[in-house]
Protein backbone atom coordinates (compact mmCIF):
# COMPACT_ATOMS: atom_id res chain seq x y z
CA UNK A 1 0.00 0.00 0.00
CA UNK A 2 1.03 3.23 -1.21
CA UNK A 3 0.00 6.74 -0.04
CA UNK A 4 -0.39 9.33 -3.39
CA UNK A 5 -1.41 12.96 -2.65
CA UNK A 6 -2.40 15.31 -5.30
CA UNK A 7 -0.70 18.40 -3.65
CA UNK A 8 -2.61 20.51 -6.77
CA UNK A 9 -5.87 19.35 -5.36
CA UNK A 10 -5.05 20.23 -1.40
CA UNK A 11 -6.57 23.01 -0.04
CA UNK A 12 -5.12 22.73 3.31
CA UNK A 13 -8.00 21.84 5.59
CA UNK A 14 -5.59 19.35 7.53
CA UNK A 15 -8.14 16.40 8.00
CA UNK A 16 -5.53 13.68 6.97
CA UNK A 17 -3.60 15.02 9.92
CA UNK A 18 -6.68 15.04 12.14
CA UNK A 19 -7.04 11.64 11.12
CA UNK A 20 -3.56 9.50 11.34
CA UNK A 21 -0.68 12.35 12.49
CA UNK A 22 1.90 9.88 12.27
CA UNK A 23 0.73 8.77 8.54
CA UNK A 24 0.26 13.05 7.53
CA UNK A 25 1.73 16.72 8.26
CA UNK A 26 1.34 20.12 6.72
CA UNK A 27 4.57 21.90 5.04
CA UNK A 28 4.58 24.49 7.73
CA UNK A 29 5.24 26.81 4.55
CA UNK A 30 2.22 26.86 2.47
CA UNK A 31 0.32 24.71 4.71
CA UNK A 32 -0.54 21.56 2.31
CA UNK A 33 -0.11 17.95 2.66
CA UNK A 34 2.93 16.27 3.30
CA UNK A 35 3.25 12.25 3.47
CA UNK A 36 5.31 10.92 6.69
CA UNK A 37 5.44 7.77 6.11
CA UNK A 38 4.32 6.58 2.55
CA UNK A 39 3.72 3.01 2.43
CA UNK A 40 2.23 2.28 6.34
CA UNK A 41 1.85 -0.89 7.63
CA UNK A 42 -1.21 -3.01 6.57
CA UNK A 43 -2.68 -2.87 9.99
CA UNK A 44 -3.07 1.44 9.47
CA UNK A 45 -5.21 0.41 6.13
CA UNK A 46 -7.96 1.94 7.75
CA UNK A 47 -6.89 4.67 9.01
CA UNK A 48 -5.53 5.73 5.56
CA UNK A 49 -9.11 5.16 4.12
CA UNK A 50 -10.90 7.26 6.84
CA UNK A 51 -8.17 9.84 5.85
CA UNK A 52 -8.82 9.12 1.88
CA UNK A 53 -12.82 9.41 2.82
CA UNK A 54 -11.81 12.54 5.20
CA UNK A 55 -10.19 14.60 2.28
CA UNK A 56 -12.46 17.43 1.40
CA UNK A 57 -10.63 18.01 -1.86
CA UNK A 58 -10.41 13.90 -3.22
CA UNK A 59 -6.72 14.93 -3.12
CA UNK A 60 -5.13 11.53 -1.41
CA UNK A 61 -5.35 7.60 -2.72
CA UNK A 62 -3.85 4.56 -2.27
CA UNK A 63 -1.71 2.81 -5.06
CA UNK A 64 -1.57 -1.04 -3.98
CA UNK B 1 -44.83 33.62 -10.43
CA UNK B 2 -47.65 32.96 -8.54
CA UNK B 3 -48.64 30.62 -6.13
CA UNK B 4 -47.77 27.51 -7.02
CA UNK B 5 -50.18 24.88 -7.73
CA UNK B 6 -47.57 21.75 -7.98
CA UNK B 7 -46.52 19.90 -4.45
CA UNK B 8 -43.03 21.55 -4.38
CA UNK B 9 -42.12 22.96 -1.23
CA UNK B 10 -40.93 26.21 0.27
CA UNK B 11 -37.28 26.50 1.12
CA UNK B 12 -35.37 27.31 3.20
CA UNK B 13 -37.63 25.41 5.93
CA UNK B 14 -38.07 26.62 9.32
CA UNK B 15 -35.33 25.84 11.64
CA UNK B 16 -36.15 24.43 14.96
CA UNK B 17 -34.11 25.49 18.47
CA UNK B 18 -32.34 22.13 18.44
CA UNK B 19 -31.63 19.78 15.56
CA UNK B 20 -32.96 20.10 11.89
CA UNK B 21 -36.20 21.52 10.46
CA UNK B 22 -38.58 18.00 10.05
CA UNK B 23 -38.92 18.38 6.64
CA UNK B 24 -35.41 17.03 6.26
CA UNK B 25 -36.06 13.40 7.25
CA UNK B 26 -39.58 13.45 5.07
CA UNK B 27 -37.69 14.57 2.23
CA UNK B 28 -34.50 11.69 2.50
CA UNK B 29 -37.08 9.34 2.72
CA UNK B 30 -38.70 10.50 -0.45
CA UNK B 31 -35.38 10.03 -2.72
CA UNK B 32 -31.87 11.67 -2.85
CA UNK B 33 -32.81 15.00 -5.34
CA UNK B 34 -36.07 16.83 -4.39
CA UNK B 35 -36.76 19.78 -5.72
CA UNK B 36 -38.09 22.97 -3.51
CA UNK B 37 -39.51 26.30 -4.85
CA UNK B 38 -37.01 29.24 -3.25
CA UNK B 39 -38.85 33.05 -2.24
CA UNK B 40 -38.42 34.02 -5.54
CA UNK B 41 -40.30 31.39 -7.82
CA UNK B 42 -37.42 29.51 -8.81
CA UNK B 43 -36.79 26.15 -8.10
CA UNK B 44 -33.27 24.66 -7.26
CA UNK B 45 -32.22 20.68 -6.22
CA UNK B 46 -32.26 19.60 -2.69
CA UNK B 47 -29.20 17.13 -1.21
CA UNK B 48 -30.53 15.42 1.95
CA UNK B 49 -28.35 12.23 2.02
CA UNK B 50 -24.67 12.23 3.57
CA UNK B 51 -22.85 10.74 0.59
CA UNK B 52 -24.97 12.84 -1.72
CA UNK B 53 -24.30 16.00 -0.18
CA UNK B 54 -20.48 15.03 0.08
CA UNK B 55 -20.48 14.39 -3.49
CA UNK B 56 -22.06 18.04 -4.34
CA UNK B 57 -19.91 19.53 -2.44
CA UNK B 58 -16.49 17.79 -3.80
CA UNK B 59 -18.19 18.59 -7.49
CA UNK B 60 -16.12 21.20 -9.05
CA UNK B 61 -18.79 21.67 -12.01
CA UNK B 62 -21.00 23.61 -9.65
CA UNK B 63 -19.99 26.75 -8.91
CA UNK B 64 -20.05 28.87 -5.45
CA UNK B 65 -20.57 32.23 -7.33
CA UNK B 66 -23.31 34.39 -6.34
CA UNK B 67 -22.92 36.78 -9.56
CA UNK B 68 -23.55 32.97 -11.84
CA UNK B 69 -26.87 32.79 -13.64
CA UNK B 70 -29.15 30.79 -11.60
CA UNK B 71 -27.26 30.81 -8.54
CA UNK B 72 -29.85 29.88 -5.63
CA UNK B 73 -30.56 32.95 -3.08
CA UNK B 74 -32.10 31.97 -0.04
CA UNK B 75 -33.43 35.45 0.52
CA UNK B 76 -34.07 39.08 -1.00
CA UNK B 77 -31.65 40.51 1.15
CA UNK B 78 -29.19 37.43 0.29
CA UNK B 79 -30.02 38.50 -3.51
CA UNK B 80 -29.32 41.83 -3.53
CA UNK B 81 -25.93 41.61 -1.84
CA UNK B 82 -23.95 39.89 -5.24
CA UNK B 83 -22.61 42.33 -7.15
CA UNK B 84 -19.59 42.93 -5.33
CA UNK B 85 -16.48 43.90 -7.38
CA UNK B 86 -13.90 41.84 -5.15
CA UNK B 87 -16.07 39.08 -3.70
CA UNK B 88 -14.58 37.13 -0.41
CA UNK B 89 -12.88 34.43 -2.22
CA UNK B 90 -15.50 31.98 -0.48
CA UNK B 91 -17.58 32.94 -3.20
CA UNK B 92 -15.03 32.13 -5.84
CA UNK B 93 -14.54 29.30 -7.89
CA UNK B 94 -10.71 27.69 -8.57
CA UNK B 95 -8.25 28.79 -9.80
CA UNK B 96 -9.13 32.06 -8.38
CA UNK B 97 -10.76 30.52 -4.99
CA UNK B 98 -7.23 28.24 -4.86
CA UNK B 99 -4.79 30.94 -5.36
CA UNK B 100 -6.54 33.08 -2.26
CA UNK B 101 -6.81 30.33 -0.09
CA UNK B 102 -3.06 29.39 -0.67
CA UNK B 103 -2.25 32.73 1.06
CA UNK B 104 -3.83 31.49 4.31
CA UNK B 105 -3.17 27.91 4.90
CA UNK B 106 -0.33 27.74 6.29
CA UNK B 107 -1.46 30.41 8.68
CA UNK B 108 -4.61 27.54 10.07
CA UNK B 109 -2.35 24.13 10.19
CA UNK B 110 -3.32 21.99 13.18
CA UNK B 111 0.29 22.02 14.22
CA UNK B 112 0.09 26.15 14.35
CA UNK B 113 -2.93 26.55 15.78
CA UNK B 114 -1.93 24.17 18.13
CA UNK B 115 0.75 26.83 19.44
CA UNK B 116 -1.90 29.19 20.23
CA UNK B 117 -4.01 26.84 23.15
CA UNK B 118 -1.57 28.33 25.71
CA UNK B 119 -3.10 31.87 24.72
CA UNK B 120 -6.61 30.90 24.11
CA UNK B 121 -6.55 28.98 27.82
CA UNK B 122 -5.75 32.59 29.42
CA UNK B 123 -8.36 34.44 27.61
CA UNK B 124 -10.90 31.69 28.42
CA UNK B 125 -9.71 31.90 32.13
CA UNK B 126 -9.79 35.49 31.81
CA UNK B 127 -12.88 35.35 30.49
CA UNK B 128 -14.63 32.97 33.19
CA UNK B 129 -12.87 35.25 36.41
CA UNK B 130 -14.78 38.16 34.55
CA UNK B 131 -18.41 35.89 33.94
CA UNK B 132 -17.92 34.74 38.32
CA UNK B 133 -16.90 38.30 39.13
CA UNK B 134 -20.28 40.03 37.87
CA UNK B 135 -21.78 36.99 39.39
CA UNK B 136 -25.25 35.54 38.48
CA UNK B 137 -27.04 35.74 36.63
CA UNK B 138 -24.46 36.54 33.32
CA UNK B 139 -25.73 36.67 29.79
CA UNK B 140 -22.55 34.13 28.62
CA UNK B 141 -23.93 35.13 24.91
CA UNK B 142 -21.21 38.34 24.97
CA UNK B 143 -18.92 37.52 27.83
CA UNK B 144 -17.83 34.60 26.64
CA UNK B 145 -19.62 33.03 23.45
CA UNK B 146 -18.36 35.95 21.26
CA UNK B 147 -15.68 37.33 23.36
CA UNK B 148 -13.72 34.74 23.01
CA UNK B 149 -13.41 34.06 19.47
CA UNK B 150 -13.80 38.25 18.87
CA UNK B 151 -10.43 38.37 20.94
CA UNK B 152 -8.22 34.98 19.70
CA UNK B 153 -9.03 36.32 16.01
CA UNK B 154 -8.53 40.12 16.36
CA UNK B 155 -4.97 39.13 17.97
CA UNK B 156 -3.58 36.51 15.43
CA UNK B 157 -4.68 39.31 12.81
CA UNK B 158 -3.09 41.54 14.34
CA UNK B 159 -6.50 44.04 15.34
CA UNK B 160 -6.37 46.65 18.03
CA UNK B 161 -9.18 45.02 20.17
CA UNK B 162 -10.23 48.14 20.93
CA UNK B 163 -12.39 48.28 17.75
CA UNK B 164 -14.36 44.69 17.96
CA UNK B 165 -17.71 47.05 18.49
CA UNK B 166 -16.66 48.30 15.15
CA UNK B 167 -16.70 44.58 13.67
CA UNK B 168 -19.51 43.06 15.71
CA UNK B 169 -22.05 45.45 14.37
CA UNK B 170 -20.76 45.21 11.04
CA UNK B 171 -20.46 41.09 10.88
CA UNK B 172 -24.52 40.98 12.03
CA UNK B 173 -25.31 43.18 9.55
CA UNK B 174 -22.97 41.36 6.54
CA UNK B 175 -24.49 37.86 7.02
CA UNK B 176 -28.50 39.04 7.91
CA UNK B 177 -31.13 37.66 5.94
CA UNK B 178 -33.66 40.65 6.34
CA UNK B 179 -31.40 43.75 7.18
CA UNK B 180 -32.87 47.01 4.90
CA UNK B 181 -31.42 47.11 1.55
CA UNK B 182 -27.74 47.19 0.95
CA UNK B 183 -27.11 47.45 4.31
CA UNK B 184 -24.96 44.32 4.11
CA UNK B 185 -22.99 45.49 1.24
CA UNK B 186 -22.21 48.68 3.37
CA UNK B 187 -21.15 47.04 6.50
CA UNK B 188 -18.41 45.12 4.23
CA UNK B 189 -17.30 47.81 2.66
CA UNK B 190 -17.11 49.57 5.99
CA UNK B 191 -14.86 46.81 7.34
CA UNK B 192 -12.47 46.76 3.69
CA UNK B 193 -11.72 50.41 4.39
CA UNK B 194 -11.00 49.79 7.64
CA UNK B 195 -9.02 47.05 7.07
CA UNK B 196 -7.08 49.12 4.02
CA UNK B 197 -6.15 52.32 6.08
CA UNK B 198 -4.64 49.05 9.03
CA UNK B 199 -2.61 47.78 5.95
CA UNK B 200 -1.07 51.08 5.32
CA UNK B 201 -0.71 51.56 8.77
CA UNK B 202 1.54 48.17 9.33
CA UNK B 203 3.12 48.24 5.91
CA UNK B 204 5.41 51.54 6.89
CA UNK B 205 6.86 49.00 8.89
CA UNK B 206 6.02 45.66 8.82
CA UNK B 207 8.70 43.38 10.00
CA UNK B 208 7.53 45.08 13.57
CA UNK B 209 3.95 43.25 13.46
CA UNK B 210 4.32 39.64 14.35
CA UNK B 211 0.65 38.89 13.15
CA UNK B 212 -1.24 37.78 10.10
CA UNK B 213 -1.30 41.19 8.69
CA UNK B 214 1.91 42.08 9.17
CA UNK B 215 3.05 38.73 7.05
CA UNK B 216 0.37 39.09 4.61
CA UNK B 217 1.96 42.49 3.83
CA UNK B 218 5.65 41.19 3.43
CA UNK B 219 4.58 37.62 1.65
CA UNK B 220 1.80 39.03 -0.59
CA UNK B 221 1.82 42.74 -1.06
CA UNK B 222 5.15 43.72 -1.26
CA UNK B 223 6.19 41.27 -3.90
CA UNK B 224 2.80 42.28 -5.88
CA UNK B 225 0.68 39.28 -5.78
CA UNK B 226 -2.31 41.29 -4.46
CA UNK B 227 -3.29 44.86 -3.53
CA UNK B 228 -4.33 46.26 -0.23
CA UNK B 229 -7.87 45.54 -1.56
CA UNK B 230 -7.19 41.94 -2.02
CA UNK B 231 -5.76 41.64 1.29
CA UNK B 232 -8.22 44.13 3.06
CA UNK B 233 -10.81 41.45 1.48
CA UNK B 234 -8.74 38.34 2.92
CA UNK B 235 -8.84 39.97 6.74
CA UNK B 236 -12.49 40.48 6.57
CA UNK B 237 -13.47 37.27 5.75
CA UNK B 238 -11.07 36.16 8.64
CA UNK B 239 -12.69 38.50 10.96
CA UNK B 240 -16.35 37.37 9.97
CA UNK B 241 -15.31 33.36 10.03
CA UNK B 242 -13.98 34.11 13.57
CA UNK B 243 -16.85 36.18 15.06
CA UNK B 244 -19.99 34.50 14.31
CA UNK B 245 -19.54 30.64 13.79
CA UNK B 246 -17.18 29.75 16.85
CA UNK B 247 -19.07 32.24 18.90
CA UNK B 248 -22.67 30.65 18.16
CA UNK B 249 -21.02 27.76 17.99
CA UNK B 250 -19.82 27.83 22.06
CA UNK B 251 -23.00 29.25 22.74
CA UNK B 252 -25.06 25.98 20.82
CA UNK B 253 -22.62 23.81 22.98
CA UNK B 254 -23.13 25.03 26.45
CA UNK B 255 -26.83 25.15 26.32
CA UNK B 256 -26.32 21.32 24.97
CA UNK B 257 -24.18 20.52 28.09
CA UNK B 258 -27.02 22.48 30.24
CA UNK B 259 -29.73 20.51 28.38
CA UNK B 260 -27.72 16.98 28.67
CA UNK B 261 -26.78 16.62 32.65
CA UNK B 262 -24.94 13.44 32.05
CA UNK B 263 -22.69 14.80 29.25
CA UNK B 264 -21.99 17.64 31.60
CA UNK B 265 -21.15 15.26 34.44
CA UNK B 266 -19.04 13.31 32.25
CA UNK B 267 -17.16 16.68 30.73
CA UNK B 268 -16.44 17.59 34.97
CA UNK B 269 -15.07 14.55 35.78
CA UNK B 270 -12.98 13.39 32.58
CA UNK B 271 -10.99 16.53 30.92
CA UNK B 272 -8.69 14.08 29.05
CA UNK B 273 -8.25 15.04 24.96
CA UNK B 274 -9.99 12.22 23.88
CA UNK B 275 -13.07 12.62 25.65
CA UNK B 276 -13.55 16.64 24.88
CA UNK B 277 -12.09 16.09 21.66
CA UNK B 278 -15.61 13.67 21.02
CA UNK B 279 -17.90 16.12 22.87
CA UNK B 280 -16.89 18.81 20.37
CA UNK B 281 -17.13 16.65 17.51
CA UNK B 282 -20.43 15.67 18.35
CA UNK B 283 -21.98 19.40 19.46
CA UNK B 284 -20.38 20.29 16.13
CA UNK B 285 -22.49 17.56 13.92
CA UNK B 286 -25.33 18.05 16.00
CA UNK B 287 -25.52 21.75 15.57
CA UNK B 288 -24.24 21.99 12.12
CA UNK B 289 -24.80 26.00 12.64
CA UNK B 290 -23.40 27.57 9.19
CA UNK B 291 -26.38 25.36 7.10
CA UNK B 292 -26.39 27.28 3.69
CA UNK B 293 -22.82 27.09 3.70
CA UNK B 294 -23.16 24.91 0.26
CA UNK B 295 -25.46 26.76 -1.90
CA UNK B 296 -24.10 26.22 -5.98
CA UNK B 297 -25.44 26.64 -9.38
CA UNK B 298 -24.40 24.35 -11.97
CA UNK B 299 -22.28 25.32 -14.52
CA UNK B 300 -23.47 22.69 -16.73
CA UNK B 301 -25.63 19.83 -17.49
CA UNK B 302 -24.74 17.16 -14.45
CA UNK B 303 -25.99 13.77 -14.41
CA UNK B 304 -26.85 12.49 -10.78
CA UNK B 305 -28.79 10.87 -8.32
CA UNK B 306 -30.95 9.82 -11.54
CA UNK B 307 -31.98 13.43 -12.27
CA UNK B 308 -30.68 15.81 -14.96
CA UNK B 309 -29.40 18.95 -13.24
CA UNK B 310 -29.23 21.43 -16.26
CA UNK B 311 -26.43 24.36 -16.55
CA UNK B 312 -27.83 27.01 -14.28
CA UNK B 313 -29.98 25.24 -11.88
CA UNK B 314 -29.07 26.08 -8.04
CA UNK B 315 -28.34 22.99 -6.08
CA UNK B 316 -28.48 22.82 -2.07
CA UNK B 317 -26.43 20.00 -0.51
CA UNK B 318 -27.49 20.29 2.72
CA UNK B 319 -25.02 19.74 5.32
CA UNK B 320 -27.67 20.00 8.41
CA UNK B 321 -29.43 16.94 6.64
CA UNK B 322 -26.55 15.37 6.12
CA UNK B 323 -25.20 15.32 9.44
CA UNK B 324 -28.56 13.91 10.59
CA UNK B 325 -28.76 10.92 8.30
CA UNK B 326 -29.54 7.73 10.12
CA UNK B 327 -27.95 6.20 7.11
CA UNK B 328 -24.48 7.40 8.74
CA UNK B 329 -25.17 8.33 12.37
CA UNK B 330 -27.38 6.33 14.45
CA UNK B 331 -29.84 7.96 16.69
CA UNK B 332 -28.75 10.88 15.02
CA UNK B 333 -31.28 13.37 16.76
CA UNK B 334 -29.52 12.12 19.97
CA UNK B 335 -26.74 14.20 21.10
CA UNK B 336 -24.38 11.29 22.39
CA UNK B 337 -21.07 12.90 22.92
CA UNK B 338 -19.64 9.49 23.33
CA UNK B 339 -20.24 9.23 19.97
CA UNK B 340 -17.77 7.28 17.76
CA UNK B 341 -18.16 8.59 14.34
CA UNK B 342 -17.99 6.12 11.58
CA UNK B 343 -18.12 8.89 8.99
CA UNK B 344 -16.52 12.34 9.30
CA UNK B 345 -18.95 15.15 9.80
CA UNK B 346 -19.94 17.67 7.15
CA UNK B 347 -20.29 20.54 9.98
CA UNK B 348 -17.29 22.59 8.10
CA UNK B 349 -18.41 21.70 4.80
CA UNK B 350 -16.86 19.73 2.45
CA UNK B 351 -14.85 20.36 -1.29
CA UNK B 352 -12.48 22.60 -1.94
CA UNK B 353 -14.40 25.28 0.47
CA UNK B 354 -14.04 23.17 3.79
CA UNK B 355 -13.41 25.23 6.49
CA UNK B 356 -9.94 26.86 6.51
CA UNK B 357 -9.86 27.94 10.48
CA UNK B 358 -11.81 24.44 11.46
CA UNK B 359 -8.31 23.73 13.40
CA UNK B 360 -9.26 26.92 14.99
CA UNK B 361 -13.10 26.40 15.89
CA UNK B 362 -11.91 23.06 17.31
CA UNK B 363 -9.38 24.56 19.07
CA UNK B 364 -11.53 27.02 21.00
CA UNK B 365 -13.93 24.70 21.45
CA UNK B 366 -12.04 22.21 23.40
CA UNK B 367 -10.25 24.67 25.67
CA UNK B 368 -14.05 25.85 26.56
CA UNK B 369 -15.02 22.72 27.04
CA UNK B 370 -11.98 21.83 28.86
CA UNK B 371 -12.30 24.45 31.39
CA UNK B 372 -15.91 25.92 31.67
CA UNK B 373 -17.34 22.30 33.71
CA UNK B 374 -14.48 22.72 35.67
CA UNK B 375 -14.74 26.19 36.92
CA UNK B 376 -18.58 26.74 36.87
CA UNK B 377 -19.39 23.08 37.93
CA UNK B 378 -22.69 23.80 38.97
CA UNK B 379 -23.70 26.08 35.88
CA UNK B 380 -27.08 25.97 34.79
CA UNK B 381 -29.74 28.22 32.91
CA UNK B 382 -30.67 31.39 34.39
CA UNK B 383 -34.43 31.41 32.45
CA UNK B 384 -36.62 28.47 30.88
CA UNK B 385 -35.72 27.32 27.54
CA UNK B 386 -38.25 28.68 25.80
CA UNK B 387 -37.25 31.77 27.00
CA UNK B 388 -33.75 31.67 25.24
CA UNK B 389 -33.95 34.27 21.96
CA UNK B 390 -32.72 31.75 18.84
CA UNK B 391 -31.22 33.67 15.89
CA UNK B 392 -33.46 33.50 12.89
CA UNK B 393 -32.61 36.38 10.57
CA UNK B 394 -29.26 35.24 9.99
CA UNK B 395 -27.56 32.83 7.95
CA UNK B 396 -25.61 31.50 11.18
CA UNK B 397 -27.87 29.39 13.47
CA UNK B 398 -26.93 30.38 17.02
CA UNK B 399 -28.35 32.06 20.53
CA UNK B 400 -28.71 36.04 20.91
CA UNK B 401 -28.26 35.39 24.72
CA UNK B 402 -27.53 32.69 26.70
CA UNK B 403 -28.04 33.89 30.76
CA UNK B 404 -27.15 31.20 33.23
CA UNK B 405 -26.21 31.29 36.72
CA UNK B 406 -24.49 28.93 38.89
Redesign the interface.
Same mark, same amino acid.
Given at each position: MKIIADRSKC %? !?? !??C %?? %?A +?RLF !?? =???? !??VVINVESPDESERGLVE?AI +? =?C? =??ALKVDE | MGPSSDDIPAFPFVRPDLGPPPEFSDLRKRGRLQRVRLWDGSVAWLATHYDDVRAL??DNRFSADPRRHGYPQISPTRAREKRQELPFFVMMDPPDH?RY /? /?M? $? /??? $????IEGLRPMVETVVNQLIDDVLQRGPPVDLAPHLCLALPTMVIMNMLGVPYEDHDFFQGRAGRLLSTDGPPGDATRAGDEMREYMIGLLRLKAQNPHAYDDLMGRIIVDQIQPGNIGYDEAAMLMVILMLAGHETTANMVGLGVLSMLLNPEAFATLRADTSPETVRAAVEEMLRFHSIVHFTGTRVAMEDVEFAGERIRAGEGVLPQILAANHDPAHFTDPQKLDIARTLM??HVA? #?? #??H???G??LARMELSVVFNTLPRRLPTLRLAVPLEELPFKRDIIVHGLRSLPVAW
Open positions: %V !GA !GQ %VM %V +R !GQ =SPDD !GLL +R =SP =SL | LAT /R /RL $T /REF $TLDRSPF #GF #GVQCLQP
